[in-house]
């Protein structure tokens, strides 16, 4: 799926349509009637991690009729997330461990605000998560860049396209809609592109005895960072993907943290300039030292198996019995580097 960069960008996209109405519909979605966007106003939008949040909000002269095209579909996904609270509330084995600041098991950081009851005019958001080769169009629909498996050349279908008043256009494409009943509440001290992302969190994160590559695909702690930045932040911090981060000091931590957060701010800065990010692991056969390159699928017992490409003499697997570095308190947090600023983007 897209990663924090790509994400950023897409809603560096939608922005310009902040403020205008929905005027036209289409699309093949069939969890969301993309008719129910009919005359809505695209209020607001938010990025966090991979995701991308859309506030939409009737027509004033609608509701005032009774006629508001939310009501119907918001109906159904109001009460499956009133259920799904309800069951994180009453269930603690849904919760990780860290007291009151844990979050949900598998969560990236997203909370959701809310009660029992929606007043009239409460906020409804589009959550839009993206597949593997998930997109946003503007103004011009995706065309096939080669023949399916049959021979055919046929254009991808959106998932939902949205005309708006100031007679431009949004094709989503290979993505899930949801809508959430209230605000969605981020924790920006997660997002590998905030510049609230807190390197201590992130640190004593990567300090567990788990491989390290199984906690940077962890979106409590580094939402945002996908396989992509992944390997190519393990190949140029010079880690094996299967280290235990209980084996490495401190400044190794430290210099992986630094290439996650200057990889993926070079990566978003080439995407609104228009260039290729360049990768100097990822799905290469070897690495710049002419070394040969190992691929594996690596992933936790019962989990996600992602493919992960390293060196192995650059990338030196480190033994289990090497006498453990003491890790100290990350309380503090360091300030973070930036290749470019964020700001605006």
Sequence with gaps: MPEGPSVRKFHHLVSPFVGQQ???????????????????????????GKKLFL????????????NSPLSEPLREGEQKDK???HQEASDPSSWSPGGDSAVPSGDDGLQCLGGDTLAGGAERWLQVSFGLFG???????????????????????PRLVLHFS???????????????????????????LSEKFH?????????????????????????????????????????HPLSPGS??????????????????????????????????????EQCPAGHQVVRESLGPPGGFQRL??????????????????????????????WSFALKGL
């Excluded at 929905?22 to 607001?44: A, E, I, M, R, Y």
């Excluded at 011009?140 to 046929?154: Q, T």
């Excluded at 943290?257 to 290729?276: C, E, I, M, P, Y």
């Design 199 to 239: 390197r201590g969190q992130a640190l004593e994160a990567l300090g567990r005895e788990q491989p390290i590559c199984y906690t940077l695909l962890d979106q409590r702690y580094f939402s945002g960072l996908g396989n992509i930045i992944k390997n190519e932040a393990l190949f140029r911090a010079g880690i």
């Design 247 to 284: 084996l490495l000091g401190l400044p190794r931590l430290e210099a992986l943290v630094d290439h996650v957060v200057a990889f993926s701010a070079d990566w978003l800065q080439g995407k609104f300039q228009g260039t290729r990010q360049h990768t100097q692991i990822y799905q290469k």
């Design 55 to 66: 506030r939409f909000d009737p027509d004033e002269e609608a509701v005032s009729l009774g």
């Design 308 to 337: 992960t490409w390293w060196c192995p003499q650059c990338q030196p697997r480190l033994s289990a019995d090497e006498p453990k570095q003491l890790q100290p308190s990350w309380s503090v947090q360091p300030p973070p580097i």
């Design 83 to 85: 259920a799904r609270h």
């Design 135 to 157: 997109s946003i169009r503007v103004n011009e629909f995706s065309r096939a860049k080669k023949a399916n498996k049959r021979g055919d050349w046929r254009d991808p279908v």
């Design 166 to 192: 100031g007679s431009g256009f949004l094709a989503f494409y290979n993505c899930q809609m949801t809508w959430r009943f209230s605000s969605p509440v981020v924790s920006p001290t997660s997002d590998i």
């Design 22 to 48: 929905v005027v036209k519909t289409g699309g093949s979605s069939k969890k969301l009637n993309p008719t129910s966007f009919q005359s809505l106003w695209l209020q607001d939008s938010q990025v966090h």
